[in-house]
């Protein structure tokens, strides 16, 4: 009889569900993993035209993006890209997430407020996650807050701290992010306009195609850092205050 009734429930879930399958669900995009990109803004700022207020709050990374990824990429292409032209994004969707993402997820350009920074990353990245506007923000900046992932507060713990004149060997780095997030990330140097010092810029760790928890990188990029020696920098702002 029990048995009977849940048989009928199943046939009936399943008629109802087989037409939504195929008509008006969207297309779920293809990934492996994604990677969650935090940016060092003083070392955004010795490279780029950057906002002449560097965001708060001073001393920590912030939010690039989080990207889908390819485990087995193409050349030029890590991921799936701009899935939909249309699909721009809408302020009204994350208006209650406005607060956190300035404070996080700051645009570093001259170039960009941040709203159309938020917008680009959408468009590029976001419609490709399978997230709506709002998960994909929410989901981004819930990495961004966990303690696991405060690479600042992490590199510190392993006295690896922001400064103009110290620097660091790039196994050094490596290994207290590996030690203080629980994963090896990818990290991404990159040369002072200035004076071609060697600047820690980027960290990509590595997070589930749910965008929900960090895990092992299974694939290596180009770091465009030094491997041996201590030459990378962590910069403070302003960068050359004795030239
Ligand atoms: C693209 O975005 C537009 C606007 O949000 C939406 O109406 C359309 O369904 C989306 N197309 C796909 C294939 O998801
Ligand atoms: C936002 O993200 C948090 C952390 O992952 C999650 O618990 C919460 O349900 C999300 N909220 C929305 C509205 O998506």
Known sequence: MAVE??????ALSLALLLPLASSSAVEEVKFDFMYFVQQWPASYCATNPCRAKPPPPAGAFTIHGLWPN????TPGKPGPENCNSSDHLNPSQIQDLV???TQQWPSLSRAMN?????????????????FNQHGYFN???ALKIKPSNDIAKILAESHIVPSNKNAYGFGEISDAVAKGTGFRANLQC???????????????????RFGKNVVR?????????????????LPVLPLHSAL
């Open 5 to 10: 009734r849940v048989m009928i429930k199943v």
């Open 70 to 73: 390819y485990l087995k990429p």
């Open 99 to 101: 607060n956190p993402l």
């Open 114 to 130: 941040n709203l159309e920074f938020w917008g680009h990353e959408w468009q590029k990245h976001g419609t490709c996650s399978n």
């Open 139 to 141: 989901a981004t900046l």
């Open 190 to 208: 990159i040369k002072d306009k200035a004076n071609g010092e060697t600047l820690l810029y980027q960290v990509y760790q590595c997070v589930d």
């Open 217 to 233: 990188c299974e694939a290596k990029m180009e770091s465009h850092c030094p491997a041996s020696g201590k030459r990378i920098k």
